[in-house]
């Protein structure tokens, strides 16, 4: 079964209290470390951004349940790739809700994160995501 690495971007339905941002962690926690899934959720001003790895099978599945969540709209699907190895070994998910002043200190990452996560910037250098969301999740 290859190993599949995703990463899609979306839009809060509306701005998220940190208690909502925790139960979604909660779950997907719970969910992912059940069926061998790792990654990393990044929320910016009302934006997500997220990268899910594990089995094909898994993925898609784990995949359809967050298109159907209602907490968010917009999805964006910006790779899909057969991957080698795992970049988010050590995290079933990983979270982090970014300020200012992380864009601040990223200014490389400025263009994409002010775009709130914009498909058609991040699309123009798709490597700099799997840059950013590693950068991002090193806590
Ligand atoms: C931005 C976002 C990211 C999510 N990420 C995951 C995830 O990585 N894994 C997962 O199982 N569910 C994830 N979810 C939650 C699912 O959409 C769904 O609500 C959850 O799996 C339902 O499980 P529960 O009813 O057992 O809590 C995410 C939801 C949102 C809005």
């Known amino acids: 079964m290859p190993l599949v690495q995703l990463i899609y ?54 995949y359809s349940r967050i298109r159907d969540d209602e907490r968010h709209k917009g999805l964006f699907v910006l790779a899909r790739d057969v991957i080698p190895e795992r970049d988010f070994p050590g995290w079933s998910m990983g979270f982090r809700r970014l300020t200012k002043r992380d864009v601040e200190h990223h200014p490389a990452f400025a263009p994409f994160l002010l775009g709130g996560f914009d498909a058609a910037t991040i699309g123009a250098r798709p490597g700099a995501v799997t840059e950013m969301l590693r950068q991002f999740s090193r806590v």
């Not at 701005?15 to 997907?28: F, G, Q």
């Not at 059940?34 to 594990?54: A, H, P, S």
């Open 9 to 62: 971007v979306s839009s809060a339905c509306k701005e998220l209290s940190d208690d909502e941002l925790d139960r979604i962690l909660e779950s997907s926690i719970r969910h992912n470390a059940q069926q061998g899934i790792t990654g990393v959720l990044l929320y910016l001003n009302g934006n997500f951004m997220q990268v899910i790895e594990g089995e094909e099978a898994a993925i898609d599945e784990t």
